[in-house]
């Protein structure tokens, strides 16, 4: 009778709205509107790449972004990593994202797992400090006097530092390893594991997605940031390449330390247009090639992990 109920369209008894096998109308709408948010999110980056590729005469002809391709042209490119800073740009910023991910992850996981325990030292105080952060932040005064007075000024550690630890990530983390069960982590105990031990060998391994997708937020957010930089870094030989981005795309300013021209190359110099286009793909292939592979942990490591906490 159910089977009959659902082959005719009719709600089965028992079952909540959400329930219902979706009519073919309803699948024809799905599907277009998922179609129409995919080509919304794709078209952009298909002008901008297409852009960055096109030589000055198309782009002076269109006026603009490019929809049409009339020939591929690496000329951008070219005079980009042909001047030192792009290239020192992009160096800086995969160092700093390298180091700054290593470090926020470890001191996310040791603070998690440490607020985690419920017998832990000074448990209930820091765990409020923790959430303390949710609601309030220093701002960019008291901060930017810190790291002043701390030396940190024109240094790699005032990109990563002010913004080492995510108050929403170490919560992620402690909800998940809230839910391993404590009967592992007894029997390990019993078998002599310490408490750095049992976080390397079982707590780690069991919390695989969660951690590959706290490791993505913060690599993305160091890849990203520009604003530190702004604030702390005076010597442009240390800027990351998000500030550059700023200072060469958004305020269409040439940037202080080169300029993106190089002469001689036997054709048309590629308008400013693609070489702010070409940036940009810089800026966004490395989270496009990243993203893949912790895609697939992001229901499993954030949404449930942080609803079962």
Same mark, same amino acid.
């Given at each position: 009778?159910?089977?009959?109920?659902?082959?005719?369209?009719?709600?089965?008894?028992?079952?909540?709205?959400?329930?219902?096998?979706?009519?073919?109308?309803?699948?024809?709408?799905?599907?277009?509107?998922?179609?129409?948010?995919? !080509?919304?999110?794709?078209?952009?980056?298909?002008?901008?790449?297409?852009?960055?590729?096109?030589?000055?005469?198309?782009?002076?002809?269109?006026?603009?972004?490019?929809?049409?391709?009339?020939?591929?042209?690496?000329?951008?490119?070219?005079?980009?990593?042909?001047?030192?800073?792009?290239?020192?740009?992009?160096?800086?910023?995969?160092?700093?994202?390298?180091?700054?991910?290593?470090?926020?992850?470890?001191?996310?996981?040791?603070?998690?797992?440490?607020?985690?325990?419920?017998?832990?030292?000074?448990?209930?105080?820091?765990?409020?400090?923790?959430?303390?952060?949710?609601?309030?932040?220093?701002?960019?005064?008291?901060?930017?006097?810190?790291?002043?007075?701390?030396?940190?000024?024109?240094?790699?550690?005032?990109?990563?530092?002010?913004?080492?630890?995510?108050?929403?990530?170490?919560?992620?983390?402690?909800?998940?390893?809230?839910?391993?069960?404590?009967?592992?982590?007894?029997?390990?105990?019993?078998?002599?594991?310490?408490?750095?031990?049992?976080?390397?060998?079982?707590? !780690?391994?069991?919390?695989?997605?969660?951690?590959?997708?706290?490791?993505?937020?913060?690599?993305?957010?160091?890849?990203?940031?520009?604003?530190?930089?702004?604030?702390?870094?005076?010597?442009?030989?240390?800027?990351?390449?998000?500030?550059?981005?700023?200072?060469?795309?958004?305020?269409?300013?040439? !940037?202080?330390?080169?300029?993106?021209?190089?002469?001689?190359?036997?054709?048309?110099?590629?308008?400013?247009?693609?070489?702010?286009?070409?940036?940009?793909?810089?800026?966004?292939?490395?989270?496009?090639?990243?993203?893949?592979?912790?895609?697939?942990?992001?229901?499993?490591?954030?949404?449930?992990?942080?609803?079962?906490?």
């Amino acid at each position: 009778m159910t089977l009959l109920a659902t082959r005719r369209g009719r709600k089965p008894a028992g079952l909540a709205a959400w329930e219902e096998a979706p009519s073919p109308a309803g699948r024809v709408g799905k599907g277009t509107l998922l179609t129409l948010i995919v !080509l919304a999110v794709l078209f952009p980056l298909y002008t901008i790449v297409l852009t960055s590729l096109s030589s000055a005469a198309t782009v002076n002809r269109v006026g603009g972004l490019v929809l049409v391709p009339e020939g591929i042209h690496f000329d951008a490119y070219i005079q980009i990593f042909s001047d030192s800073v792009v290239s020192r740009a992009v160096l800086v910023s995969t160092l700093v994202t390298v180091g700054g991910t290593a470090i926020s992850l470890g001191v996310s996981v040791l603070g998690a797992y440490s607020l985690s325990r419920p017998g832990s030292f000074a448990h209930r105080p820091l765990l409020f400090s923790v959430l303390l952060m949710f609601v309030f932040f220093p701002g960019i005064i008291p901060v930017y006097l810190m790291v002043s007075g701390l030396g940190l000024k024109d240094s790699y550690w005032s990109l990563i530092l002010p913004t080492a630890v995510s108050a929403f990530n170490v919560v992620v983390l402690r909800a998940f390893f809230m839910n391993i069960p404590g009967e592992i982590m007894d029997s390990a105990r019993i078998d002599g594991a310490g408490e750095f031990r049992i976080l390397w060998r079982i707590v !780690l391994p069991m919390s695989k997605a969660v951690t590959a997708v706290v490791g993505l937020f913060y690599a993305v957010g160091y890849w990203n940031a520009w604003f530190n930089a702004m604030l702390y870094i005076d010597d442009t030989r240390k800027w990351p390449l998000a500030l550059i981005l700023r200072q060469y795309v958004v305020d269409s300013n040439p !940037l202080p330390t080169a300029t993106l021209g190089v002469s001689g190359m036997g054709h048309d110099a590629p308008p400013t247009l693609a070489i702010k286009m070409a940036i940009v793909v810089i800026a966004v292939v490395p989270a496009l090639i990243i993203y893949p592979f912790v895609q697939r942990h992001f229901t499993k490591g954030v949404i449930v992990g942080a609803i079962k906490g």
